[in-house]
T-cell receptor, first 116, second 114 residues
Framework: GAVVSQHPSRVICKSGTSVKIECRSLDFQATTMFWYRQFPKQSLMLMATSNEGSKATYEQGVEKDKFLINHASLTLSTLTVTSAHPEDSSFYIC????????????FGQGTRLTVV | GQQLNQSPQSMFIQEGEDVSMNCTSSSIFNTWLWYKQDPGEGPVLLIALYKAGELTSNGRLTAQFGITRKDSFLNISASIPSDVGIYFCAGPIVSGGSNYKLTFGKGTLLTVNP
């Protein structure tokens, strides 16, 4: 399958600081990438859809000023958690669609964010 | 909305047994995706289904796209310990124009006893 790389896999930050997570499609171009948040023992919750060259589309209840998304190229999307607080601690996962006609979303390895 | 009802929520089986899980929806989907997620990792795409009635295999895994387009099942034959994980079904929902977003089932936690 296609490869989506997410970095870092784990990060610990202090409350009030910002953290940037990168999502790269390594062997295909992705005009659309997705960012999810996952709580323990729960399914994936879509936070936003990231479109290359345009503003991201956020799901209801997700603060766009807190979770900044940039999709500057066809292979890279970034999620920045600004002014992080302990309640932002979670598992964040990105995905990208290979867009060969059929829906075919591939996921990154995920980032475990811990805010202390 | 278009929600996916996945069952069972969890399964405890012995190594070598076959496993079956399914997803249903009140809405029609034109694609069904099955993923496996290991602890601390992102989901890995196992099988993608695009046609009603389609039956697709990937090694010991077999999945079918229901003829009504409202359901799908995933079977695992002769389970082994490394099959342990959470299995999710997913389907795309149109979110505007040609864009879509995936909706997920709540997952099936599989435990395999050696």
């Amino acid at each position: 399958g296609a490869v989506v790389s997410q970095h870092p896999s784990r990060v610990i930050c202090k409350s009030g600081t910002s953290v940037k997570i990168e999502c790269r499609s390594l062997d295909f171009q992705a005009t659309t990438m997705f960012w999810y948040r996952q709580f323990p023992k729960q399914s994936l919750m879509l936070m936003a859809t990231s479109n290359e060259g345009s503003k991201a589309t956020y799901e209801q209840g997700v603060e766009k000023d807190k979770f900044l998304i940039n999709h500057a190229s066809l292979t890279l999307s970034t999620l920045t958690v600004t002014s992080a607080h302990p309640e932002d601690s979670s598992f964040y996962i990105c995905s990208a669609d290979r867009a060969r006609g059929n829906t075919e979303a591939f996921f990154g390895q995920g980032t475990r964010l811990t805010v202390v | 909305g278009q929600q996916l009802n996945q069952s069972p929520q969890s399964m405890f089986i012995q190594e070598g047994e076959d496993v079956s899980m399914n997803c249903t929806s009140s809405s029609i989907f034109n694609t069904w995706l099955w993923y496996k997620q290991d602890p601390g990792e992102g989901p890995v795409l196992l099988i993608a289904l695009y046609k009603a009635g389609e039956l697709t295999s990937n090694g010991r895994l077999t999945a079918q796209f229901g003829i009504t387009r409202k359901d799908s099942f995933l079977n695992i034959s002769a389970s082994i310990p490394s099959d342990v994980g959470i299995y999710f079904c997913a389907g795309p929902i149109v979110s505007g124009g040609s864009n879509y977003k995936l909706t997920f089932g709540k997952g099936t936690l599989l435990t395999v006893n050696p």
